[in-house]
């Protein structure tokens, strides 16, 4: 490799390197609710921040507008996403059945301990909680469901969950959800897991509709 093909790779790697950690930090602004739905993302900021050009900047903006979290105006400036009553029923309708399937696909299977992996997802969201941290709460459960996407053996159901899941997370936050109603969906977790392990598969769907759509139909919204 020449001296200037090596010096341009890394200059790549620097680069990305930069947009990893301006993703990272917008990420965890969004899914704390400290930038809210329709709050404008000022890269002047973030480049005095971090000290870099606005290319990682706008990569890093690009990568959370495929995953739903904002929205670039053309030539000019992101938004956190805005999410309304049509769409709010849309992901909530969605999700139950995507989560209806992995469920129903992951009880199918005969294998022994199938909620082993999801055990520590589960208390770390509890943890959370108790330090009163939400967007390591939010983080906690989008993992929590996603590895059940991952473990029922439809890779390709694993990946639109995958694509899906930080829109899931977005609608959270609009709903602008407490403390204490999080704290009933964690130990929601804990009785899924439950159902799971002891064959219980016929009660996990209405759980399941209770855990997704329940403040939905709370905040207004009928699903």
């Known amino acids: ?16 390197s930069y947009a990893d950690q301006v993703h990272k930090y917008l ?26 050009s606005r290319t990682p900047i706008r990569e890093a903006l690009t990568r959370l507008q495929a995953a739903g979290l904002v929205h670039l105006q053309p ?18 309708q969605l999700r139950l ?24 997802i589960a ?3 509890r943890e959370c909680l108790m330090n009163k941290n939400k967007a390591g709460y939010f983080e906690a459960d989008s993992l929590f469901h996603l590895t059940i996407a991952e473990l029922c053996g439809n890779e390709q159901l694993f990946l639109l969950y995958k694509h899906f899941a930080s829109k899931v997370q977005l609608l959270r936050i609009a709903q602008d959800v407490t403390t204490e109603r999080l704290e009933i ?30 403040d939905l139909v709370n905040d207004g919204y009928n699903v």
């Not at 000019?76 to 909530?92: H, N, T």
């Open 185 to 214: 969906y964690m130990r929601q977790h804990f009785d899924l897991l439950d159902m799971l392990e002891n064959g219980r598969c016929g009660s996990i769907e209405e759980l399941l509709r209770i855990h997704i759509v329940h």
């Open 75 to 92: 030539r000019s400036y992101a938004e956190v996403a805005k999410i309304g009553g049509q769409e709010a029923r849309d992901i909530a």
């Open 123 to 125: 208390e770390q969201a």
């Open 1 to 16: 490799m020449s001296t200037e093909n090596a010096e341009l790779n890394d200059s790549m790697v620097v680069r990305q």
């Open 27 to 52: 990420k965890e602004l969004i899914l704390s609710g400290e930038l809210r739905q329709g709050d404008k993302v000022v890269e002047d900021k973030i480049a005095k921040r971090f000290g870099v």
């Open 97 to 120: 059945h995507l989560e209806k399937l992995t469920f129903r696909l992951l009880c199918s299977q005969e294998k022994s301990g199938k909620t082993e992996p999801l055990i520590p």
